[in-house]
Nanobody
Framework: QVQLVESGGGLVQPGGSLRLSCAAS????????MGWYRQAPGKERELVAA???????NYPDSVKGRFTISRDNAKNTVYLQMNSLKPEDTAVYYC???????????????WGQGTQVTVSS
């Protein structure tokens, strides 16, 4: 099993910044990709940012230019730097990882417990 522990959420004013962290541990041979999703009340969970082991990134238009995802492969940790935050960014943010426990093992998808981000004045 893989455990994902998130940190860094909180309350911030519009225009402010937050940095989320997510550390993976457990039965990990390799992590293929990691990402961040968010879910606001009454809405579906949506992708916020993703990064592969090679460093390729993907963002939806709603956060492009404001959010930056990065990862430390040695620490199995992914970060999400969020700048110019807007009230519509308010949501629970979840870390996600696709990993293998062995070289030829199946891909395992894991989720963190979520961290609340609230953007409000």
């Amino acid at each position: 099993q893989v455990q994902l522990v998130e940190s860094g959420g909180g309350l911030v004013q519009p225009g402010g910044s937050l940095r989320l962290s997510c550390a993976a541990s457990g039965s990990i041979f390799s992590i293929i990709a990691m990402g961040w999703y968010r879910q606001a009340p009454g809405k579906e969970r949506e992708l916020v940012a993703a990064i592969t082991s090679g460093g390729s990134t993907n963002y939806p238009d709603s956060v492009k230019g404001r959010f930056t995802i990065s990862r430390d492969n040695a620490k199995n940790t992914v970060y999400l730097q969020m700048n110019s935050l807007k009230p519509e960014d308010t949501a629970v943010y979840y870390c996600n990882a696709g990993s293998r426990a062995t070289m030829i093992g199946p891909l395992v998808l894991s989720w963190g417990q979520g961290t609340q981000v609230t953007v409000s004045s």
